[in-house]
């Protein structure tokens, strides 16, 4: 019993946390997750029996896999796991984000990926604004996949916003496009996204793009690499 006690509480500790990065609400992890918010309150207080159906739709609306919210940390992997930057993937095909992660797990990248499925959001969680405003800046992703057919508002729209902020233009933007060719693509280029990954074939060109980019796979916070 005191096991599970643990256990119930250990998990609603990792939700708490992930949430509160997110800087996203109860009552909206709630909406996200299709559960009702005095059940997410009381999964944050260690005082609710899990079944493995909310467990994964919980993992699924924080954007990380059921394993990451149940692996023991030590302090010092604590402290590296809150060290560690965000991957943001804008994409609104499902198969193609199931594709994208595919490839993550393969190459063992173990960054957290955030996923957002239209280019509104986008820019809410890359400037901290919107449903993201309690975000801080230093909490923005290290690097953006960005599908170029984003509904509300268009990939290269989202392109031009961040690449036109003094904030963020250094941001490293990798789109994701149907084809190599067209005035789509060579407008991302000439906006200044750093590559670009023909869908659905390349995502394996991932793995080579990253390197070019001068990150590891365990993508840290640049004062950190540095100081390392």
Do not use: C
């Not at 063992?108 to 449903?131: C, K, T, Y």
């Not at 992703?141 to 984003?150: E, F, G, H, I, T």
């Amino acid at each position: 019993m005191m096991m599970l006690v643990e256990l119930q509480s250990s998990f609603g500790a990792a939700v708490r946390t992930r949430r509160k990065k997110l800087g996203i609400s109860q009552e909206e992890l709630a909406g996200r997750a299709g559960l009702h918010r005095t059940y997410v309150a009381d999964v944050e207080r260690g005082a609710r029996n899990l079944s493995l159906g909310s467990i994964a739709k919980l993992a699924d609306a924080l954007g990380v896999s059921i394993a990451a919210l149940f692996s023991p940390e030590s302090d010092a992997a604590h402290h590296a796991q809150e060290e560690m930057v965000e991957i943001l993937l804008a994409e609104n095909n499902p198969i193609d984000v199931k594709l994208t992660l595919k490839t993550f797990e393969t190459a063992n990248l173990i960054n957290p990926v955030h996923i957002v499925r239209d280019g509104e959001e986008a820019l809410e969680f890359v400037f901290g604004s919107g449903r993201y405003a309690r975000r801080k800046d230093q909490d923005r992703p290290l690097l953006v996949l960005l599908d170029l057919k984003l509904p509300k508002v268009s990939g290269l729209k989202v392109l031009r916003q961040i690449k036109a902020s003094e904030q963020t233009r250094t941001l490293p933007v990798v789109v994701l496009t149907d084809s190599r060719r067209g005035p789509e693509l060579a407008e991302s280029l000439r906006l200044g996204a750093e590559a670009y990954i023909v869908k659905p074939t390349q995502f394996d060109r991932f793995a080579r793009i990253v390197p070019q980019l001068a990150m590891s796979w365990a993508l840290l916070h640049p004062v950190h690499a540095t100081a390392a």
